[in-house]
Nanobody
């Protein structure tokens, strides 16, 4: 059983920063992708950033240059450093872990609210 626990969300003013963390526990394949998605009210859940165990990254265009994803492979933790936050970044952020054999797990989400 895999569990993902997010932390670090909260309320911040526009232009501010937050760092999200997600700790994964359980039986985890070495080759995997950890990432962050977000979902605003009434909208679909979209990829924000992902980072494979190989080091390959992928960012949504809207966050490039502002957000940075990183991970601690030894501890199975993924981070999302969010700088220059905008009101449109307001959403619930979900941690995701997946691997080629079909594993696909989600955290419960952490709310990020950016005030203007």
């Amino acid at each position: 059983q895999v569990q993902l626990v997010e932390s670090g969300g909260g309320l911040v003013q526009a232009g501010g920063s937050l760092r999200l963390s997600c700790a994964a526990s359980g039986t985890i394949f070495t080759i995997n992708v950890m990432g962050w998605y977000r979902q605003a009210p009434g909208k679909q859940r979209d990829l924000v950033a992902s980072l494979a165990s190989t080091g390959s990254t992928n960012y949504a265009d809207s966050v490039k240059g502002r957000f940075t994803i990183s991970r601690d492979n030894a501890k199975n933790i993924v981070y999302l450093q969010m700088n220059s936050l905008k009101p449109e970044d307001t959403a619930t952020y979900y941690c995701n872990l997946k691997w080629p054999a079909g594993g696909n797990y989600w955290g419960k989400g952490t709310l990020v609210t950016v005030s203007s």
